[in-house]
C-alpha cells in the first residue's frame, strides 16, 4: 500500500486523511482547512511528536518521509497536530525537517496570497459530520442501548471513519464479535470487539466485555467503505422527509461532501427507498389496510357511502369510490334547488 492513514487532531476534534508517498504539503493544508473553518493554510502549523518533542512539517519533504517513516514500522495511524501560528507575517520562514535532529538551514520565501479566501464567511464548510465516528468505541463495560442493532451501525461508522477493514466473526442476536480483517495475514492486526446482551433477552440493551481498540495495520480500502441500506438511510431520513424526491446522484454527492466517502449508486437508492419506508410505509402494505379504511369511513360518518372493488380470485385493488353523507345531502338539495327554479 503506498498510503497510511493520518489522524489529524486540533484540540477536541479530529479527521482521518490519506497520505501517500507523492502527497503534497499544500494539499494537506487545503484538507484541513476544509474541514475546520478557523484556519487558513498561512495561519497553521503541523506538527507531530517524535520522543515526546515537537517536530513541525515545513515542506512535501518532510511529511512524504513521515509518510515512509510510519509505513516502514507498519503503524497503523500516523498522529498529525494542527495549532495556529503564533506569529504571521507577510513572508513564510521554510526548511527542512532532519529526524536524526540535526539542524538544517532555512530561508526566507516570499508568500503570495492564496487564491481561496479561507476568511469569507459564505466559503467557510463545516466540520465532517463522521469526525466524531472514530471515538464511539470507548472502552469495556460501554452499553448501547440501541442492543446489537446500534453495535452493527456503529462498526460500519467506525468503519468508514477510520478506514480499516473488519470482520464480523460472531453475529446473533444476543452477542457480537468483530476482529479486524488483516488479523490472519502478515501484519496481523489484533483489533477486536465483543459485546453481548446485557439481561440475555432479545431486543436488550448490549455491552461491551473485550476491547483492543489499536490497529497495528494500514487499512484496508480507499474510498468506499461497506456500509448497510440501513445507516445510509439513517442519515439522510429527516433530508428525505423533507424532500421525498431527492435524485440518487444528489445523495451520492451530499455523502462525499457531508461525511469524506463515497458510496455506491445502488446504496444510495437503497437507502432511500428504505427512509422513505421508515417514514410513510411500504405502497404495496399501504393495500392491506383498505378494509380497515373503507369499515373506519362508515363507522365515523354515518350515511356515507363506501365501494371497494378487488379482482375476483387474486384480491388486486381495482378500484375506491367514497360519497359522504354530507355530500350527497348537499348535492341532491342543490339538484332539487335548481329544478325548482327551472319549474318557475
Known amino acids: ?55 513541525v512539517i515545513h515542506s512535501d519533504f518532510d511529511l512524504q518521509c513521515l509518510a515512509l517513516f510510519s509505513m516502514y514500522n507498519k503503524e497503523g495511524i500516523m498522529e ?4 495556529h501560528k503564533t506569529e504571521i507575517s507577510g513572508s513564510i520562514s521554510s526548511g527542512i525537517i ?17 487564491r481561496i479566501d479561507y476568511d469569507v464567511p459564505d466559503k467557510i464548510k463545516e466540520p465532517l459530520k463522521s469526525a466524531h465516528w472514530l471515538h464511539l468505541f470507548q472502552g ?12 452493527r451501525c456503529d462498526l460500519q461508522k467506525y468503519h468508514a471513519a477510520a478506514g480499516y477493514e473488519y470482520m464480523v466473526y460472531r ?19 489484533d483489533w477486536h470487539l465483543y459485546a453481548v446482551s446485557v439481561d440475555g433477552v432479545v431486543g436488550s440493551p448490549f455491552i461491551i466485555k473485550e476491547l483492543n481498540n489499536q490497529h ?14 440501513k445507516l445510509v438511510s439513517s442519515l439522510i431520513i429527516d433530508e ?42 411500504e405502497n404495496e402494505k399501504s393495500f392491506m389496510f383498505l378494509n ?32 359522504f353523507e354530507a355530500c350527497s345531502r348537499g348535492f341532491i338539495s342543490v339538484v332539487l334547488y335548481y329544478s325548482l327554479m327551472r319549474l318557475t
Not at 497510511?4 to 479527521?15: N, P, Q, S
Not at 498529525?80 to 495549532?83: E, G, R
Not at 469495556?140 to 453495535?151: H, K, M, S
Not at 497495528?216 to 448497510?228: K, L
Open 80 to 83: 498529525l497536530l494542527v495549532s
Open 98 to 114: 532532519a529526524f536524526d535532529d540535526q539542524p538544517q538551514s532555512s530561508g526566507i520565501i516570499p508568500f503570495e496570497k492564496p
Open 216 to 229: 497495528t495495520c494500514v487499512g484496508g480500502f480507499v474510498n468506499i467503505p461497506r456500509i448497510s441500506k
Open 292 to 323: 380497515w379504511y373503507k369499515n373506519k369511513l362508515i363507522e365515523t360518518n354515518p350515511g356515507s357511502h363506501v365501494v371497494l372493488e378487488v379482482e375476483e380470485g387474486t384480491h388486486k385493488f381495482q378500484r375506491m369510490f367514497i360519497c
Open 140 to 151: 469495556v463495560e460501554q452499553l448501547f442501548p440501541g442492543g446489537v442493532e446500534q453495535v
Open 1 to 55: 500500500m503506498d498510503s497510511v492513514l493520518a489522524l489529524v487532531c486540533h484540540k477536541e476534534d479530529c479527521l482521518t486523511l490519506r497520505i501517500g508517498l507523492q502527497e503534497s504539503f499544500a494539499n494537506l493544508k487545503t484538507s484541513i482547512c476544509s474541514s475546520w473553518c478557523e484556519f487558513s493554510p498561512p495561519s497553521m502549523e503541523i506538527f507531530h511528536m517524535v520522543d515526546d518533542q515537537q517536530k
Open 171 to 189: 453475529n446473533e442476536k444476543l452477542r457480537i464479535g468483530a476482529r479486524c480483517a488483516n488479523k490472519n495475514k502478515e501484519e496481523k492486526c
Open 240 to 281: 428525505i422527509k423533507q424532500d421525498p424526491n431527492k435524485k440518487t446522484k444528489h445523495i451520492m454527492e451530499s455523502f462525499t461532501r457531508d461525511f469524506g466517502f463515497d458510496i455506491s449508486r445502488y446504496y444510495a437508492y437503497a437507502g432511500k427507498k428504505h427512509a422513505l419506508n421508515t417514514s410513510w410505509g
